[in-house]
């Protein structure tokens, strides 16, 4: 109901709307406690190696004992593994811990929630490749701090709070059936412009690249996906960026290398991201650099079942969180894999670093030689007749390839995609395409570029 009197509304009480939201999420990033936790995190990104093991050996201790006295899952685990708090004392230690895994904080949800946290929380919930949804309590104040370390990621890059900003997101802030523009919508209250994938298509491209030129941006934030469709659009109808924003940050996908390339051209400006996940046991941050650095204020992010290999290690992201103790997620299994790279990063800063990071819950091919394949992305490099694809897995043996078509497009780029997966992914499956007029996304907005349905 609400939503449809939002759609039935004229233009100015659409903004007011989304201002009225935004005065709201405002105060839920930047409320009280914000200040602190930015001034902190600016400074403590300096640590030098000893600090920073100190720091989180002694954040670990607190957080077990803390969980161990409040928390039932925690305190029957402990016991049932004959375990003290005082025998975790090293960041080595946490080993002793058993792993914590989507199964668990499903079928232990109650067991898992500190009864003795009275600040408000939020309920929130990720739905994950399954698509079976995983609900956990996050406190306000954890969200405060979550913010304040994501805008030390902005500051990185000549960004302060505050800043205005225009974000592409899968957000339905102009209704879908709107003809004329604005293809936009305002919120004063935090100075952001929001713009509605669905409304990045061939006939709008004009009017939303006007508007992005009047400037007055310092950043862009959104999927990598849109962002990239949008730079797509715009050399296709060879439009130019006058005014660029200083950078542009994506989220909640990984971002491709290829999106990356032809994001940064069209908007003649840097592009980067961090590696976060809703349930924020853990985060970690690209520098000026590029590496990933763990913000080891926050949580610690583990590497289990590691392959080493010279500098680099291989293995599944365990995170622990030290800021939500609403529910604390301590060795939780978020399905993702990183590839840890031990060295000195020229930046200055001496949290662990990233090189590499793969999953966010995304889903992978099997190939007949039982190779698991994340990333399609290489063998599309000179598909340049190609404006967006799929990889979609049915049975084993074989993939399907959606393509939304350029009208270049011709049976030559068939032929140069089937070498393609030859060469590069195996030599032996089957490949079948499909042509869409466009793909479908997922509830939330998110695009996928890997669908697999093989149990
Ligand atoms: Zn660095």
Redesign the pocket.
Same mark, same amino acid.
């Given at each position: 109901m609400i939503n449809y009197l939002y759609q039935k509304s004229p233009i100015f009480v659409q903004n007011l709307v989304c201002t009225y939201k935004g005065l709201k999420e405002k105060n839920s990033r930047f409320g009280e406690g914000f200040q602190e936790y930015y001034d902190f995190l600016l400074k403590t990104q300096w640590y030098t190696r000893s600090q920073i093991e100190e720091y989180q050996i002694s954040r670990i201790r607190k957080l077990v004992k803390y969980v161990y006295e409040n928390v039932p899952y925690y305190n029957e685990l402990f016991k049932s593994e004959k375990l003290l708090p005082s025998d975790i004392n090293t960041l080595l230690d946490l080993n002793k811990i058993p792993v914590l895994t989507k199964e668990i904080v499903r079928n232990r949800y109650r067991d898992l929630i500190n009864p003795k946290y009275n600040k408000p929380v939020v309920k929130a919930h990720t739905s994950g490749s399954t698509g079976k949804a995983l609900n956990f309590l996050f406190s306000k104040d954890a969200i405060k701090y979550r913010w304040a370390l994501w805008f030390r990621h902005r500051e990185r890059f000549g960004i302060v709070p505050h800043d205005a900003y225009a974000t592409f997101t899968g957000l339905v802030a102009v209704p879908i059936n709107q003809k004329n523009p604005p293809f936009w919508r305002e919120n004063y209250a935090m100075k952001q412009t929001i713009f509605t994938m669905h409304h990045i298509s061939s006939g709008k491209i004009e009017s939303i690249v006007n508007r992005l030129n009047q400037g007055g941006f310092a950043y862009y934030s959104g999927y990598p996906s849109i962002l990239f469709s949008l730079a797509t659009l715009i050399e296709a109808y060879d439009l130019k960026i006058t005014a660029s924003p200083k950078v542009i940050f994506t989220g909640a996908e990984a971002l491709l290398d290829n999106q990356r390339k032809i994001i940064s051209r069209v908007f003649n400006c840097l592009v980067t991201d961090q590696y976060g996940f809703s349930e924020g046991a853990g985060n970690a941050s690209? *520098?000026? !650099?590029?590496?990933f !650095?763990e913000d080891y204020e926050y949580g610690i992010l583990e590497c289990n079942n590691e392959k080493q290999n010279g500098i680099y290690k291989t293995g599944e992201i365990l995170g622990t969180g030290f800021t939500n103790l609403a529910m604390p997620f301590i060795r939780y299994k978020i399905g993702d894999t990183a590839t840890w790279v031990d060295k000195k *990063?020229? *930046?200055?800063?001496r949290s662990k670093?990233i090189f590499k990071i793969e999953g966010r819950n995304e889903d992978y091919v099997i190939t007949p030689e039982g190779n698991k394949i994340l990333r399609f992305d290489y063998i599309f490099k000179r598909a340049v007749n190609i404006q967006e694809a799929q990889i979609v897995q049915c049975k084993l043996g074989e993939i399907t390839i959606r393509i939304v078509k350029r009208p270049t497009y011709s049976n030559h780029d068939e032929n140069n995609l089937l070498n393609e997966v030859a060469k590069k992914v195996s030599p032996s499956l089957k490949v079948k395409f499909e042509y869409l007029s466009e793909i479908e996304r997922e509830n939330t907005g998110k695009y996928r570029s890997v669908r697999s349905y093989v149990k």
């Open positions: 690209r *520098c000026e !650099h590029d590496l !650095h *990063c020229v *930046c200055g800063r670093t």
